[in-house]
């Protein structure tokens, strides 16, 4: 018999929290008895709510009840344990045994909340108690508890969670309404007369689209390890043919110089050539003329002695056996030999070989630029290009004065009166401004307009002019933007001051979708459906922003959409 009341005076001493000895008791106003430590750290956590709740009855307490030693459960705690120490008996114990080390709770378990020392792995939670038990934790609870209704439920640490932060009840009604899971007190006050379901229905809908979701996924997994493979594949093909290309397009060009090289050496040669027989025909006559000069100069030697000679006889007859030869035409004699013809033809050749191949190149480059990989998707409903969507914002740094900025700056409005802006190098002296957010990659956005000026829809970079009024600075007029204008009887794009008329769109929504790395600048009308309005393939070098410009009381909105 003793036995029997050690045993019953043990479980009648056990705090339900940590299902050991009580230690410094305190009775509660509902009469249940805890551990000081234990129901203040409960009480603890519902601090936030001013809502305090017994452990076991679930009686709720406002305000806080203030705790004081049970000094009779005290000394009657003391004798127990004294009784138990001091009896031979072995008693079951109050403290669970060390167990195998793999037992022990790791990263990713539950650990149970009883256990003083190592914590131990939970193996189920009680949604009455709010804590977790490992095994024989467990087993004292429902020594404890059993019949009274505690539920217990697989160990989870999720338990916080699984409750309601207003009412302090388990979430087990799901509102369709809200989209979000409640308690039962919920589906009475805020929740009454919504769309409600038990979390296990809601759980049987959504799992069913869960798992279409599922497949979807699992279909485009399998669609995209194809389009993998068959990138990996380009990717290989296309370096082999850019090396044969490399390979020809060096032979073509050692071949061509090859070429120029053989028609300098016969320039060369026809130059040598003609100055060989221009030096050989002046040496032949310089010789000629140094012989002439040389019989002159004999002749005049002759002549002198005979004109002082006295014998008049002799002078007679010396005189008649001389006489004057040589030639008496004049030479006319160049002093440079003149190759400006040919050094002409030599110059007009390279002139033309030069812009023959910056043709060439030229066409080559672009050529070259139109050569992808991957070609450009074609999207044909709105879902397609949501997946793109970015919510865009515009600067108020590169606003002009008249517009003016509303709905956390994703409307914009052309007004009759200056903002009172302050100065910024970015801010533009035309009536137009740019986003916040760059655009690379792929991207979509849509844009409202409404008033009879019309709007301008563009895309620039970032480095376009923004002070003056030169074409520099303006949307569309140079090659730093593209702009599309739309109005209720008018559409056109403008780029680099080249302007595009196009077929007026009724719709006062335009979509925008850039792939930056594809050189794809598409505008679409939105509707129900989406239709082209006008498509630019070319080749960005810089990050896009997204801007207006505006005309007088036109407005601009940035949609927000759900991608």
């Not at 400006?340 to 812009?355: E, H, Y």
């Not at 023959?356 to 139109?370: A, D, H, L, R």
């Not at 002296?429 to 409202?448: H, I, M, P």
């Not at 794809?520 to 630019?536: C, E, G, K, P, W």
């Amino acid at each position: 018999m003793a036995e029997t009341n050690i045993l019953v005076e043990q479980d009648e001493f056990t705090c339900s929290v940590c299902l050991d000895l009580l230690k410094d008791p305190v009775t509660i106003p509902c009469g249940h008895s805890y551990c000081m430590s234990c129901i203040s750290g409960i009480w603890n956590q519902e601090d936030r709510k001013e809502i305090y709740r017994c452990p076991q009855c679930r009686q709720i307490f406002s305000p806080r009840p203030v705790l004081g030693k049970n000094v009779v459960f005290a000394q009657m705690v003391e004798k127990l344990k004294m009784r138990l120490q001091a009896t031979p008996v072995p008693l079951p114990p109050l403290v669970p045994p060390p167990v195998p080390a793999h037992h022990h709770t790791g990263s990713g378990d539950v650990q149970c909340d009883a256990c003083s020392g190592i914590k131990q792995t939970a193996v189920k939670t009680c949604r009455e108690c709010r804590n977790s038990y490992c095994q024989n934790h467990l087993e004292q609870h429902e020594s404890l508890f059993r019949g009274r209704g505690h539920n217990l439920m697989d160990a989870t640490g999720r338990l916080k969670n699984m409750m309601c932060r207003q009412h302090d009840k388990m979430l087990e009604i799901y509102c369709r309404t809200d989209q979000r899971c409640i308690c039962m007190q919920c589906l009475v006050d805020e929740h009454k007369n919504h769309d409600t379901v038990s979390t296990a229905a809601a759980r049987t809908e959504k799992q069913a689209h869960l798992e279409e979701k599922k497949k979807k996924i699992h279909l485009r997994i399998q669609k995209r390890e194809k389009d993998l493979q068959e990138l990996r594949e380009a990717v290989a093909s296309h370096k082999r043919s850019a090396q044969t290309a490399v390979e020809d397009s060096e032979r073509i060009f050692s071949e061509l110089i090859r070429s120029i090289e053989k028609r300098r050496s016969e320039a060369k040669q026809l130059i040598r050539d003609q100055e060989r027989a221009a030096v050989k025909q002046a040496e032949e006559q310089l010789e000629r003329l140094e012989q002439e000069i040389n019989d002159l100069r004999r002749t005049e030697a002759e002549l002198k002695q005979v004109s002082h000679t006295d014998d008049h006889i002799h002078f007679l007859q010396s005189l008649s056996s001389l006489s004057l030869s040589g030639s008496t035409d004049s030479l006319t004699i160049s002093s440079h030999l003149s190759f400006d013809s040919v050094l002409k033809s030599i110059s007009q050749l390279r002139d033309k070989l030069q812009q023959f191949s910056s043709e060439t190149i030229e066409n080559i480059s672009g050529t070259v630029k139109t050569i992808q990989i991957l070609q450009n998707p074609e999207y044909d409903t709105k879902q397609e290009f949501l997946q793109y969507f970015h919510q865009l914002t515009l600067d108020p740094n590169t606003v002009h004065p008249c517009l003016l900025l509303s709905e956390g700056n994703t409307v914009i409005t052309y007004t009759d009166t200056y903002n009172n802006y302050p100065f910024h190098p970015e801010r533009f002296d035309y009536a137009q401004g740019l986003c916040r957010q760059s655009v690379t990659g792929r991207c979509y956005w849509e844009v409202e307009y409404s008033g009879s000026a019309g709007v301008y829809t563009a895309v620039a970079y970032k480095s376009i002019g923004r002070k003056g009024e030169g074409l520099e600075c303006a949307f569309g007029s140079n090659n730093q933007s593209w702009i599309l204008f739309t109005s209720p009887s008018r559409c056109s794009f403008r780029h680099n001051n080249k302007n595009t008329s196009l077929p007026a769109v009724s719709c006062r929504r335009v979509g925008v979708y850039v792939d930056h790395s594809a050189g794809t600048l598409s505008f679409y009308s939105v509707s129900d459906t989406m239709s082209l309005i006008h498509r630019v393939q070319t080749a960005f070098t810089q990050p896009l922003y997204a801007g207006f410009g505006l005309g007088l009381y036109s407005t601009a909105k940035l949609c927000r959409l759900r991608s």
